[in-house]
């Protein structure tokens, strides 16, 4: 955890402790989309990293069960009103979506204390969650307990 300017404690940003992994594995150019496609060891979260702009923002994770950011949307966690994340240069956007934006149906695992760099793009997988981060912007963590931008 890291004191922030606010006083509060956060999550360690991506890529402080861990191990990088092959980007490769997690490469998909499918019906799923053109990126770098993961979920959590628990499959909680799925996460993209995209190759191309995308109205899904470069990264974005979203969660079969989470709760909600401080600021954004309170989701019902149903089939139809998951919990979603997306980074942009401008910050964090929270959103509550009925698809599947940042799934992929063959997505690899990223094991705690992995992460996943594409680019400008860093993920970890933690115990505590999933952090992306994207540089010159906000990173944020997605779990079934947090949703935090930082």
Same mark, same amino acid.
């Given at each position: 955890? *890291?004191?922030?300017?606010?006083?509060?404690? =956060?999550?360690?940003?991506?890529? %402080?402790?861990?191990?990088?992994?092959?980007?490769?594995?997690?490469?998909?150019?499918?019906?799923?989309?053109?990126? =770098?496609?993961? *979920?959590?060891? *628990?499959?909680?979260?799925?996460?993209?990293?995209?190759?191309?702009? %995308?109205?899904?923002?470069?990264?974005?994770?979203?969660?079969?069960? %989470?709760?909600?950011?401080?600021?954004?949307?309170?989701? %019902?966690?149903?089939?139809?009103?998951?919990?979603?994340?997306?980074?942009?240069?401008?910050?964090?956007?929270? *959103?509550?979506?009925?698809?599947?934006?940042?799934?992929?149906?063959?997505?690899?695992?990223?094991? =705690?204390?992995?992460?996943?760099?594409?680019?400008?793009?860093?993920?970890?997988?933690?115990?505590?969650?999933?952090?992306?981060?994207?540089?010159?912007?906000?990173?944020?963590?997605?779990?079934?307990?947090?949703?935090?931008?930082?």
């Amino acid at each position: 955890m *890291t004191l922030g300017p606010d006083g509060n404690l =956060y999550p360690a940003r991506p890529g %402080s402790d861990e191990v990088a992994v092959d980007p490769e594995p997690f490469a998909n150019v499918g019906a799923d989309g053109d990126g =770098y496609f993961f *979920t959590s060891p *628990t499959g909680n979260i799925a996460c993209a990293i995209y190759r191309a702009p %995308s109205s899904a923002g470069p990264v974005g994770c979203q969660a079969v069960t %989470s709760v909600a950011p401080v600021d954004g949307p309170v989701c %019902s966690n149903a089939d139809n009103d998951k919990y979603a994340v997306r980074i942009e240069a401008a910050g964090a956007v929270h *959103t509550c979506t009925t698809q599947g934006i940042y799934t992929a149906s063959d997505a690899a695992v990223l094991q =705690y204390g992995e992460t996943l760099t594409v680019g400008d793009v860093t993920c970890v997988s933690r115990e505590d969650g999933i952090s992306c981060l994207l540089a010159g912007s906000n990173a944020v963590l997605l779990s079934r307990g947090a949703n935090l931008t930082y």
